[in-house]
């Protein structure tokens, strides 16, 4: 019996044993992983980055310290994944214990990390140091990328006279033509290739000189490009150069054969102003100044050269100036008693004679007469007419006068012209021609100007509607009449001619 009772004394002594010993961790339980998100490099926490498990459990997003907790996990082990658009995809793994919390640290990186920047670009053309490019410039180089990402390119160009920039942004091909550069010029070219991934890379600086415009052209026009007016030159093969940049508003060139200069109008700061270039375009300087042309349409006004080059004469109002070809020496010559604005002028070339347009603010009421320098008319042709005048020149003898006038006596605020026809008038006879005699109906004539030998008139023709397209015409003066009028069309798309 005693036996008995010790045997189960033995029996339950292991059992309080194991009652009393220490709780263990339960592997078949839940558990808790807690983490935190941040970049790699900087530390900034991800915020909004989506937390999952391999095995499945939960799904949860990280909070604004990019902290996150995934509860009531089961235990096992788990790859735990990080994904956010913009950032590349990381896994840790842990091993979830029941009663237990693990606690994971993810570092994202940019989906760009190890994207490599493109190669540098390198020049096809023009080489560096190229001279005597033609113009426009065909520009063209070569760039990779390791990735073969797609790349846009940015061109630079600026000259070696000025601070002006060209800039063309956002170029998808290797190649890029561009306008509007001066002849006779040296510039240099750089080019950006993007990834938009990496920092842009840029090519070296290259050089390069344009051609010069060939001494054989003798007519000078306008043209609107981009909005602007540009002046071009063409010669006698019926070549076109561009010689004055798009990018500024330039225009009525006057071209001098003795001082082998061409001035012309340009807007600055919103006034307008007298500049001077060689044949090429090259070496552009503003002559006025303080005093700026000025009338009731700019695009009417009209200057001339005088004393072989050295000056120019201009209006601003009601008044007649004249300035130094070189800049300076500015000086009033004549102002009109009447109040009338002064709109156009021509000196003779013999610099005995001046030819004048006067009109009212409105462009109307107009007179054309000749006065010397000292102020005193010579000739009255035209007095308080209806309707527009315009377009005076004088021949070189200064005997014959050129002009245009509305004969339809139309007139509008908008200073539209409905039958402008040219005349030629002898200041000494007294006597008119008209030159429109075969003009088509709706049409005007513009601008008319002597050729050199003055055997020809050069001159504008465009539809009345004030906006269609201008082309620039000619007609032979030799013995002129209505059955050999013959117009003969010079220049498409283009107006204010002059023909030295």
Known sequence: MRTIKNMLIMMVFPA????????????????TITGKVVELGSNEPVENARISTNPASSTVFTDKNGDFVLNDIPADDYSIEARKEGLLTQFEG???????TVNVIFEMQTETSGNRPPGTP??????????????PVIFSWTSTDPEEDDLTYQLEIRNDQDEEIFLF???????????????????????????????????????FRTMNVPESNRILFTRIIGGNSVIYARDMEENEYQITSPNKNSFRPRKNNSGNKIAFLRVVNGQTHIFTMNQDGTQQRQVTSDIPVNGFNLNQVDFSWANDGATLLY?????????????????LVYQNQNGKFITEVDVSEDNETIALITNNSSGYNAD??????????????????????GGIDLSIRGDMLLYTQ?????????YRRL?????????????????????????????????PNEAEVVFVNTSNDDISPRDIYTIRLENFNTDNESRTLLIENGFMPDWE
């Not at 309080?16 to 558990?31: P, R, V, Y």
């Not at 306008?179 to 290259?206: C, H, I, P, T």
């Not at 010397?372 to 527009?388: E, H, K, P, R, Y």
Request: hydrophobic letters at 35%; a negative charge.
């Open 406 to 414: 509305d004969v339809s006596g139309y007139e509008s605020n908008s």
């Open 315 to 331: 209006p601003n109002f009601d008044k007649l100036y004249r300035v130094n070809a070189s800049g300076g020496g500015t000086a």
């Open 368 to 389: 054309i007469f000749t006065i010397n320098f000292d102020g005193n008319i010579l000739t009255q042709v035209m007095n308080n007419v209806t309707g527009a005048l």
């Open 94 to 100: 842990a091993s979830v214990m029941g009663d237990a």
């Open 16 to 31: 309080f044993l194991i009652g009393c010993s220490e709780d263990t961790i339960d592997d078949t339980g839940l558990g």
């Open 122 to 135: 390198t020049a096809v053309s023009p080489v560096d140091n190229a001279q005597d490019v033609e113009i």
């Open 419 to 451: 039958d402008s026809r040219m005349f030629l008038y002898n200041l000494v006879t007294g006597e008119t021609t008209d030159l429109s005699l075969r003009k088509p109906d709706g049409t005007n004539d513009l601008d008319p100007r002597f050729s």
């Open 169 to 207: 942004n956002n170029i998808r091909d290797t190649t890029y033509t561009v306008e509007g550069l001066d002849f006779g010029s040296k510039y240099f070219w750089q080019v950006r290739a993007s990834d938009d991934v990496n920092q842009e890379v840029l090519s070296r600086l290259y050089s």
